[in-house]
């Protein structure tokens, strides 16, 4: 069912400094932030060969990454992000198998403009797992 590693998000509380350790420290070619207002986070894209590293700052006032903050005050790799051929499909596979699918199961529209899902970290070894229709 999962595909390619889409990207591997990391929380943190001052984006602009996140930004700016990936693009001035390690020499990453960074994104511009962009609110995403419907997903509570504003989120910064870097590229990579292989894959990209996505940067999340709360935004709003019940942000889902909040109390993850709370926990990581210097921030932390929050989610990985699969991509999956047919979501809706893989949707209903993990529900037959007993996984939650959270935000009630029908997916939102993401940062690459394409339906994401996420799966609840305590039934995927601890981490959270967005998948993305590829
Ligand atoms: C623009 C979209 C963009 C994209 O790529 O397209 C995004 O990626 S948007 C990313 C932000 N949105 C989300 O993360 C939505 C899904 N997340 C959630 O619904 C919440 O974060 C949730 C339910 C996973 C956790 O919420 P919260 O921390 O408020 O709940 P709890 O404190 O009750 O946590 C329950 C339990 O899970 C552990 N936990 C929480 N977050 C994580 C995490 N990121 N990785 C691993 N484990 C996590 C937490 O420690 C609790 O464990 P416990 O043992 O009970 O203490
Ligand atoms: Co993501």
């Given at each position: 069912?999962?595909?390619?590693?889409?990207?591997?998000?990391?929380?943190?509380?001052?984006?602009?400094?996140?930004?700016?350790?990936?693009?001035?420290?390690?020499?990453?070619?960074?994104?511009?932030?962009?609110?995403?207002?419907?997903?509570?986070?504003?989120?910064?894209?870097i590229t990579l060969p292989?894959?990209?590293?996505?940067?999340?700052?709360?935004?709003?006032?019940?942000?889902?990454?909040?109390?993850?903050?709370?926990?990581?005050?210097?921030?932390?790799?929050?989610?990985?992000?699969?991509?999956?051929?047919?979501?809706?499909?893989?949707?209903?596979?993990?529900?037959?198998?007993?996984?939650?699918?959270?935000?009630?199961?029908?997916?939102?529209?993401?940062?690459?403009?394409?339906?994401?899902?996420?799966?609840?970290?305590?039934?995927?070894c601890g981490t959270l797992?967005?998948?993305?229709?590829?």
């Amino acid at each position: 069912m999962i595909g390619r590693l889409n990207h591997v998000a990391i929380a943190v509380g001052d984006i602009a400094k996140a930004s700016a350790v990936y693009r001035d420290t390690l020499g990453a070619e960074v994104s511009a932030p962009v609110a995403q207002t419907e997903h509570g986070v504003t989120t910064v894209f870097i590229t990579l060969p292989n894959t990209k590293i996505e940067l999340l700052e709360p935004l709003g006032a019940d942000s889902p990454i909040a109390k993850f903050l709370e926990r990581n005050a210097d921030g932390g790799i929050h989610h990985v992000c699969y991509e999956v051929d047919d979501i809706l499909a893989a949707r209903d596979k993990l529900i037959a198998d007993g996984a939650r699918v959270l935000g009630g199961g029908e997916p939102k529209i993401g940062a690459h403009g394409k339906p994401v899902l996420f799966l609840h970290p305590k039934d995927f070894c601890g981490t959270l797992v967005e998948l993305e229709q590829a």
